[in-house]
């Protein structure tokens, strides 16, 4: 998997792009929740729930069911608390499902674990992209810390931290322009 750091970050940017209004930050909190949220998948390993399985790590919760269920939740949720701070309702669903989504996105770009269940619960196949730069993070706090970690923190900062900034900064220079 890629750290909490690289998901949240892309979650975070993904925030400012679609909903850049500032009164949005806490959205931006969300989404960056919701780019972190598939791994809550790794407590199975404390229930010796196989990798391999559909409730294994990298499966259901990474798959693009589970991206448009959390998307849906969250936005119905929000919507019982209607108010006029509330960003457009298709807009908002949009960007939940964006960001939980690119939580596979960025696992299928790793260099380890098994690939990732996207279509799952209908098929099982998991997938890797063919582009794989980014260093898989060890799962665990204690396994992040040393070398490992900050191998992996270089390796996100690469190709998902440079990625985000350039967008962000194309995003400016846009709104700028318009």
Do not use: Q
């Given at each position: 998997?890629?750290?909490?750091?690289?998901?949240?970050?892309?979650?975070?940017?993904?925030?400012?792009?679609?909903?850049?209004?500032?009164?949005?930050?806490?959205?931006?909190?969300?989404?960056?929740?919701c780019a972190f949220l598939p791994d809550a998948d790794v407590i199975g390993f404390?229930?010796?729930?196989?990798?391999?399985?559909?409730?294994?790590?990298?499966?259901?919760?990474?798959?693009?069911?589970?991206?448009?269920?959390?998307?849906s939740v969250i936005t119905g949720l929000a919507g019982l608390r209607r108010s006029n701070a509330m960003p457009p309702v298709a807009r908002l669903w949009t960007l939940l499902f964006l960001a939980t989504a690119?939580?596979?996105v960025l696992d299928a770009m790793t260099t380890g674990g098994l690939g990732v269940a996207f279509f799952s619960p209908f098929d099982q196949q998991r997938y890797f992209f063919s582009l794989r730069p980014i260093q898989v993070s060890p799962i665990g706090i204690r396994n992040f810390l040393g070398e490992k970690g900050v191998r992996v923190l270089g390796s996100e900062a690469l190709w998902v931290g440079l990625p985000c900034l350039l967008v962000l900064l194309v995003k400016r220079s846009w709104l700028r322009r318009a």
């Open positions: 998997m890629a750290s909490v750091f690289g998901h949240m970050l892309l979650g975070t940017t993904l925030g400012a792009v679609l909903l850049p209004e500032r009164h949005h930050w806490c959205w931006w909190l969300v989404a960056a929740a404390k229930f010796h729930i196989a990798y391999a399985s559909s409730w294994g790590h990298r499966g259901l919760t990474h798959s693009v069911l589970a991206a448009a269920v959390v998307a690119s939580h596979g």
